[in-house]
């Protein structure tokens, strides 16, 4: 069974910088591609980062240059820094991962960023 937890989250000022956190399980990051999701109130799910297995990174436009998504295949972990952050920013944010055609969520973890 696949798990993702996330952690990380909190309250930052605007310029300022978080790492979130997406412990695995039943999985193996270094081989699965993993991806990050935001959902701001009354807004879509929207896709921020993505790694694949072979460790190509993709990003959201309005995240490139600030955003970094990595992993520590020795903690099967997947890592999402975020610098020079935005209110816009603000969101719950979900790590993602399909396995065997199932696709699999973290319980999300809160970014606010105030003004």
């Known amino acids: 069974q696949v798990q993702l937890v996330e952690s990380g989250g909190g309250l930052v000022q605007a310029g300022g910088s978080l790492r979130l956190s997406c412990a695995a399980s039943?999985?193996?990051?270094?081989?699965?591609?993993m991806s990050w999701y935001r959902q701001a109130p009354g807004k879509q799910r929207e896709l921020v980062a993505k790694?694949?297995?072979?460790?190509?990174?993709d990003y959201q436009d309005s995240v490139k240059g600030r955003f970094a998504i990595s992993r520590d295949n020795a903690k099967n972990t997947v890592y999402l820094q975020m610098s020079s952050l935005k209110p816009e920013d603000t969101a719950v944010y979900y790590c993602h991962t399909i396995f065997l055609g199932t696709s699999t969520w973290g319980q999300g973890t809160q970014v606010t960023v105030s003004s």
């Open positions: 790694i694949t297995g072979v460790g190509s990174t």
């Open positions: 039943g999985i193996n990051v270094r081989i699965n591609g």
